[in-house]
């Protein structure tokens, strides 16, 4: 959600099913990490985006995985 705050650890290893934070040919994103049969997508949780399939050509980094949501009301 909007204004929500993230908790991001980065000394987790990301894995399948983790929620990262990930920059994308430079561009931020928060993501669902989906690895499967060699490839590997970012995942939204919310409909209204697409995901996100990451290609060889891309530049990804994966800056941390995020461990608690702190949601602002």
Do not use: C, F
């Amino acid at each position: 959600h909007e204004d929500d705050i993230l908790v991001v650890d980065r000394s987790i290893e990301p894995r399948h099913g983790k929620i990262v934070i990930a920059a994308v040919d430079g561009q931020l994103t928060v993501k669902r990490l989906h690895r499967k049969s060699g490839q590997t997508l970012l995942m939204p949780e919310n409909d209204a985006y697409p995901p996100i399939k990451v290609r060889d050509d891309n530049d990804m980094v994966i800056w941390g995985v995020v461990t608690s949501v702190i949601h602002k009301v």
